[in-house]
């Protein structure tokens, strides 16, 4: 299973808000989508920002959202950029244009007190 994407069960439990601990958290929420192959699933965003339609994770066909009460999760500020950074690359993967610089490895000092064959 992909970071962010959870099968759901017959049965599933929802969390209410967990409290801050005085770093900055963005409000997640976990979204439920319906493939008409494969069943449902999860997946986990930033308010407002679920689609109607997502990519199963299984059979990557479009599935649709079902609507049912929330689910939501404070996550840190680190965390959430990692995860829409994640997203981002998706669609639009990084592109390297050059090597990067060459740095310059000193081998660690207690290597040269090793015995040499």
Request: proline share 9%.
């Amino acid at each position: 299973m992909r970071c962010g994407v959870r099968r759901s069960g017959a049965h599933r439990t929802h969390s209410g808000l967990a409290a801050s601990t005085g770093t900055r958290r963005l409000l997640m929420a976990t979204y439920e989508y319906l493939c008409s192959r494969c069943g449902p699933f999860d997946v986990k965003l930033t308010i407002g920002t679920a689609p109607k339609a997502y990519g199963c994770p299984v059979c990557a066909g479009a599935a649709r959202r079902v609507y049912s009460s929330p689910s939501l999760r404070l996550t840190s500020h680190a965390v959430a950029a990692l995860h829409a950074r994640e997203e981002q690359a998706r669609e639009a993967p990084a592109v390297v244009s050059q090597l990067p610089p060459h740095r310059r490895v000193h081998p660690h000092p207690a290597l040269s007190r090793l015995p040499r064959l």
